[in-house]
């Protein structure tokens, strides 16, 4: 007798470009290697399989008991390959062009290695865009996956949703497989008998089809699922279940897709899953949106509220970070640029820059990890090296890619690259060093979200779900405990955390109110407009503001950046009418890869410290071996920090060292004229 329920099982593998070797490694151990290893034991067994392009050249050169399975299980008609952008891209965060390029470039790795041309896409992250349909048609792509929630934001329920719909843009076709929710809570969380039972739910017609295409890091990366699903031997109890029962049959999302009809047509909006919209609100619209749920109650919410009630799409990160817009604009920017670079190494670089991993963030998502964010640098000045490679030295420009309506200006060096913000206090925002490809201002601010007011304000658990005795709890489900010592690393800072930021404070300014971002500010320089101008060789910033105190009093500020080489020299002129015992800080913030291998003045750096009456900051970056030393007329009193931010992941929640934040400070009465020079050198 045909089966009635069909099997569409697919996995999804995924790792940050030029992520640690040690987490490559310790994917392959527990998750990668003994899935695979379990699976060539049941070549009948069809299932999807994407990876993006990174990761499997790494499973190719390195480890090649896994990239051998993976190929025994291609070449016995068990594995369908999916494709996607090369090296991960959010799809609608890239210029046409570029989507199709990165997603060719996948295809040509699959079948070069694996003599499969791929009909069907992994949507990254599953954000959804119509606009991406004429892209994909052009590229190859049939079909595609995403949430049954893609389709409940568009009016669907839930219960029907199998099989595949169909949907068009600018008269262009495309195939689209709902994911079931249902099924990715139970594979690989609740016993095999559930899972079996979930599979089968879905046996209503004869063409009913249970579909699941979820990340293969669940099964074995994620807490607790390692002795699930391999000491316990999930898994293989799981396949074989599923194979010895007549009401199953696993299927090829290609002969799916082939061998039925459609559902029907369907227009969805621009999506991502549900807890990705609820991320990409501002946290306090997230604690809204928290709160409108639990006022509907759960069950509620699943059978009414969950097509009326979602967060923002994923492109508000944009809005949300100026960090990660700042990295998306200079991938933009660097795109546009590609007619007048024409060189295979500089699109090469473009593609590795626009990784999604370093935009976003959530349970998920690297806007956090500073190392991540180091990684998509790399490409961004490794393309820009090639870009200005014939251009002379130094080269100043300028542009409006960030959207604000304030100019950005950029000085390419023979060895370095500085941009400054004229819409926000004339600061210094990328300092890059070419020869290392590293960027000394990968900061980020430390601001309030939504999971903090859980960490401060903890409510009573609650069992989320009944299943869960049955099995095992998701990340989403798990209760972490969070000690006091990360809870007091929640401060939020009010300005962005770039360098050469002007305040104006008073006498009891010092470095505790200082790391805790609750000194009194008496300016309006830190986070505001300046005018700039732009010659040859130098940049100019002025702002007429104002030191407020009983009133406004009126207070000028000039700075002057110049004579651009290995460094350069910067001017400042600082005039008020306020009176009283004021001081002018000079903040300074600066990214480093390796915290321990930094020094401070001839100090190793602790976690905070003073000096008095120092006459030059010097900071040793000994992983990089090079020295940043900034010099003024007239000695200053210093005081640092190393800015911390406390983030959820999906082991619960860490403390990540963003960089170093340094306060120079000097009286103010009435005026201060300061210059000096920021130099780089070798150690």
């Known amino acids: 007798m045909k089966a009635s329920t069909k099997l569409l099982f697919g996995i999804h593998m995924h790792q940050p470009i030029d992520n640690f070797e040690w987490v490559i490694e310790h994917g392959v151990k527990v998750c990668y290697g003994p899935f695979f290893e379990v699976m060539r034991n049941y070549p009948e067994f069809k299932f999807a399989v994407h990876c993006s392009g990174w990761l499997l050249e790494e499973i190719k050169k390195k ?34 062009e ?49 949430d049954d929630y893609h389709f409940q934001c568009a009016g669907f329920d839930t219960e029907p949703l199998d099989g595949y719909y169909m949907s068009e843009e ?54 607790g699922t390692y002795e699930w699903v391999y000491e316990k031997e999930w898994l293989k109890e799981f396949v074989e279940a599923t194979l010895a029962d007549e009401a199953i049959e696993t299927m090829h999302f290609s002969e799916y897709f082939t061998e039925n009809t459609t559902r029907g047509i369907a227009y969805l909006p621009n999506v991502s899953y549900y807890e990705m919209g609820e991320w990409s609100l501002r946290a306090h619209d997230a604690l809204k949106l928290h709160a409108l749920k639990e006022q509907m109650g759960e069950t509620r919410y699943e059978a009414e509220g969950v097509k009326f009630l979602k967060g923002g799409i994923w492109k508000n990160f944009l809005v949300k970070y100026e960090e990660s817009n700042r990295i998306h604009k200079r991938t933009l920017e660097l795109s546009k640029a590609k007619d007048e670079v024409k060189k295979k190494s500089f699109e090469l670089a473009l593609h590795k820059s626009q990784a999604n991993d370093s935009l976003w963030h959530g349970v998920f998502g690297g806007l956090y990890l500073g190392n991540l964010r180091d990684n998509v640098y790399t490409y961004i000045i490794e393309a820009e090296t090639i870009r200005y490679a014939r251009k002379k030295s130094p080269t100043l420009v300028t542009d409006t ?41 990968n900061t980020l601010m430390r601001r309030k979200e939504a999971y903090h007011e859980e960490l401060l304000n903890p409510k009573k658990k609650v069992t989320i779900r009944e299943e869960a005795h049955d099995g095992i709890d ?23 955390k770039n360098s050469f930021v002007d305040h104006i404070s008073d006498e009891h300014f010092n470095k505790d109110n200082f790391k805790y971002a609750d000194f009194k500010e008496f300016g309006d320089f ?37 004579g651009f080489a290995n460094g350069f020299h910067y ?50 970056d000994s992983y990089l071996s090079k020295k940043i030393k900034i010099t003024f007329n007239t000695s200053c009193d210093i005081h640092y920090f190393q ?41």
């Open 98 to 146: 570029d989507r199709v390029e990165q997603i060719q470039l996948l295809n040509a790795m699959i079948e070069k290695n694996f003599s499969q041309k791929p009909k069907g896409l992994w949507l990254t992250e599953r954000v959804w865009d119509a606009s991406l349909i004429p892209n994909l048609v052009e590229a190859g792509v049939e079909y595609t996956v995403m």
């Open 474 to 496: 998701t990340i989403h489900h798990a209760n972490i405990e969070v000690s006091d010592e990360l809870k007091a690393a929640i401060i939020y800072d009010w300005h962005l």
């Open 643 to 683: 800015l911390k931010t406390l983030a959820q992941s999906e082991h619960g929640f860490d403390l990540s060292t963003q960089g170093v934040s340094f306060a120079l400070v000097w009286h103010l009465d009435r005026e201060l004229q300061l210059e000096g020079s920021l130099e780089i050198t070798n150690v």
């Open 170 to 223: 600018s008269g262009k076709e495309m195939g689209l497989f709902p994911i079931s929710k249902k099924l990715r809570y139970a594979l690989p969380f609740l016993s095999v008998q559930s899972a079996v039972e979930a599979v089968k739910f879905f046996k209503r017609e004869e063409d009913s089809a249970a579909i699941i295409f979820d990340d293969a890091e669940k099964f074995g990366m994620w807490p």
């Open 401 to 441: 890619n960030e959207l604000d309506g304030h100019l950005k200006a950029k000085v390419v060096t023979d060895e370095y690259i500085f941009r400054f913000d004229g819409g926000y206090g004339g600061q210094l925002i990328e300092f890059d060093t070419k020869e290392e490809k590293f960027n000394w201002q």
């Open 526 to 562: 830190a986070n505001q407009p300046f005018t700039q101008k732009l010659d040859k060789k130098s940049i100019s910033y002025s702002r007429n503001g104002g030191i407020y105190t009983d009133k406004k009093y009126e207070t000028a500020l000039t700075k002057n950046y110049s």
């Open 63 to 96: 480890h090649k008991s896994v990239y051998k399975n993976i190929q025994y299980l291609a070449k016995k008609g068990s594995i369908e390959f999916f494709t996607a952008g090369y090296y991960e891209p959010i799809l609608s965060a890239i210029p046409q």
């Open 571 to 620: 001017k400042l002129d600082l005039k008020t009418e306020a009176n009283g015992s004021f001081r002018y800080i000079m903040e300074h913030n600066f990214h480093f890869s390796d915290y321990p291998l930094v020094h401070v003045n001839g100090y190793m750096l602790q976690d905070e410290g003073s000096f008095y009456g120092a006459e030059s900051l010097e900071i040793i």
